[in-house]
């Protein structure tokens, strides 16, 4: 069975200051890993992941894949109270002859002033 | 826990032939949502139901697409007819809140539909 484990559920940090989000996962044939900025209702597509070392960057937002260790960071630089939102990472995978994405339980970061 | 459920999770069918697809929330989750994901874009919220009540549907393309939720449970949403530009991952996603309100989300694994 297909596995996302984020880290951590929930954190709380000043403005300005810099966070990692952890994202770890178990999945059969690995497609892509994927992030998400959820504030209201649909979330927000951040980046998508294929290859390992590669890093994405966009603007104070940055990610990186290990496909080795099976893990992806999510970082913020510079961090405004406009970051405050659960931050989901999913991975595609094809498992069990279903294609089919995993759902992290996601972080939710609140940003204070 | 046992999360969303749903099915089937592929689907092929040729443009203007009917699908439905079928999702079970997470027990107890008094909303459900319904998302239209394609690839490297974020979800598009299709429809938001409270219990057995439709919330929002303000994005659902209601010429073709279709969605119920009769028992306030589990739900279905059908495409007739479906069009190339249907291919996508299908959500559904539920959550706790008894108000229409923003709540943790729980996804599903999707249903990945393409039209030929």
């Known amino acids: 069975e297909d596995k996302v484990v984020q880290s951590p559920l929930s954190l709380v940090v000043h403005e300005g200051d810099t966070v990692t989000l952890n994202c770890s996962y178990e999945v059969t044939n690995f497609r892509s890993l994927l992030w998400y900025k959820q504030e209201k209702k649909a979330p927000t597509f951040l980046f998508m992941l294929?290859?390992?070392?590669i890093e994405k960057k966009s603007g104070r937002l940055s990610s990186i894949l290990d496909k080795k260790e099976l893990f992806s960071i999510l970082n913020i630089t510079a961090t405004q109270t406009g970051d405050s939102a659960v931050y989901l990472c999913a991975v595609e995978g094809s498992g069990g002859g279903a294609d089919g994405l995993t759902f992290g339980k996601g972080t939710h970061l609140i940003i204070q002033p | 826990e046992a999360g969303v459920a749903q099915s089937p999770r592929y689907k092929i069918i040729e443009k203007r032939q009917s699908v439905a697809f079928w999702c079970n929330p997470i027990s107890g989750h008094a909303t459900l949502y319904w998302y239209q994901q394609i690839l490297g874009q974020g979800p598009k919220l299709l429809i938001q139901f409270q219990n057995n009540g439709v919330v929002d549907d303000s994005q659902l393309p209601k010429d073709r697409f279709s969605a119920e939720r009769l028992k306030g449970v589990d739900s279905t949403l059908k495409i007739q007819p479906a069009k190339l530009e249907d291919s996508a991952v299908y959500l559904c996603?539920?959550?706790?809140?008894?108000?229409?309100?923003?709540?943790?989300?729980?996804f599903g694994p999707g249903t990945r539909l393409t039209v030929l």
């Open positions: 294929t290859s390992s070392g």
């Open positions: 996603a539920s959550s706790l809140a008894q108000t229409a309100s923003t709540d943790t989300q729980y």
